[in-house]
């Protein structure tokens, strides 16, 4: 049981340069979280996915776009990636949003751009 | 908006000592959760707390739901090595139409002298 899975762990790019960040569970969850954790800042929430099918912005969405592609798999894409986007990203999934049940956190994508 | 307010934001402690770490919010919580984070990972959902006065206790570990909703601690008794890691709260707020909203504190770092 894998529990939530991210890819890349690392990764560098180059101002302007594009990535995807892919994201899956295998939890059967509805829920499916973008965060991005900078020092001193907490989480903050790029995108969720309340269900498959549906996307709404967080508390800080520029510069992002997701995709819900079926229940398992969120991605989140940088389309021309910027000095401010240097962060560490994690994926989460909750059963049925927060409001019985705890976020099961992906083990994070590190990415610097330059 | 919605903000958790966490404190202290760095605790450093003699192993054996006991820690604590404080969450407040502006406004009425529907629940708070707690997370650990070790250094270099990712965060684990701990505990959730749902009702107004609640205590819980997960062997060292008591945590705390403040009568109004508003405030929630993490108490640890005798800190060991195994403790150090940033403990961040999560309060939920759910809004009048039934939006559910999910933010986190910035956390607290525990380090632990030897």
């Known amino acids: 049981n894998a529990g939530v899975t991210q890819t890349p762990k690392f990764q560098v790019l180059k101002t302007g340069q594009s990535m995807t960040l892919q994201c899956a569970q295998d939890?059967?969850?509805?829920?499916m979280y973008w965060y991005r954790q900078d020092p001193g800042m907490g989480l903050r929430l790029i995108y969720y996915?309340?269900?498959?099918?549906?996307?709404d912005k967080g508390e800080v969405p520029n510069g992002y776009n997701v995709s819900r592609l079926n229940k398992r798999e969120f991605s989140l894409r940088l389309e021309s990636a910027a000095p401010s986007q240097t962060s560490v990203y994690f994926c989460?999934?909750?059963?049925?949003?927060?409001?019985?049940?705890?976020?099961?956190f992906g083990s994070g994508t590190r990415l610097t751009v330059v | 908006g919605q903000q958790v307010m966490q404190i202290p934001q760095y605790q450093h402690v003699q192993e054996g000592e006991d820690f604590t770490t404080y969450c407040n919010s502006s406004?009425?919580?529907?629940?708070i959760q707690w997370y650990k984070q070790r250094p270099g990972g990712h965060p684990v959902f701990l505990i959730q707390?749902?009702?107004?006065?609640e205590v819980k206790k997960q062997k060292r570990l008591t945590f705390q739901f403040g009568e109004a909703k508003k405030n929630s601690s993490l108490h640890i008794t005798a800190t060991q090595t195994t403790d150090v890691g940033t403990y961040f709260c999560?309060?939920?707020?759910?809004?009048?139409?039934?939006?559910?909203?999910?933010?986190f504190g910035t956390g607290t770092r525990l380090t632990i002298i030897p």
């Open positions: 996915s309340a269900s498959e099918g549906t996307t």
């Open positions: 939890m059967n969850h509805n829920s």
């Open positions: 707390l749902v009702k107004s006065g």
């Open positions: 989460a999934s909750s059963e049925m949003g927060a409001r019985n049940y705890g976020y099961t």
């Open positions: 406004t009425t919580l529907s629940n």
């Open positions: 999560a309060g939920l707020f759910i809004s009048n139409f039934g939006n559910e909203k999910l933010t």
